[in-house]
């Protein structure tokens, strides 16, 4: 039986056994504080001031918005330049939204087989929509053109339906798109 005196016997509270390292060093009772209080002065002090606010990730760069050819001067070349730039970006974005609509509706019909038509109405309306948007406004326009001539196709397809809306034709909502 071993006695109470016994140098072998474990009978300390857990948080005395743990500091035992440094117990003759700092009182147990001190210890978990102080060295709390040292790492948040490290970090404050040391690690916080070195780190970057939001790493920069190479693929979400983030363009400040500039303004669009109209609102340019006409013999401002950078203004104009800047403008074309942001057009193709804008371009770029929109090929990939139509990429990424086109295949969720894929996978929602390799997953639904046979009920995929009635199951993924709504990815193919969404996919239907977005793909008039790009086509009225990319659409006919050539790999080069830029935005003065996406500015034209605007213009033309305006007249367009304010002269279809005078021979009272309402094309905007026209359910077979046969304008």
Known sequence: VMSDEDPHTDNKPLEENRLHPFKKYVHPKTYPQSL????????????LPFRVKERPVYYHRKFERVPTIDQCEIEDAVCIFEAEEQFRRDKKVDNMKLKIMRKRLTECYEYWRASGHEKCVREKDEWEQNTVNWFIKYGDLAKTDGPIQSYMKQKHRMIFLRRKKEEGVDVAFNEDRTY
């Open 36 to 47: 709390e209080n040292l790492s948040q002065f490290i970090r404050r002090n040391f690690v």
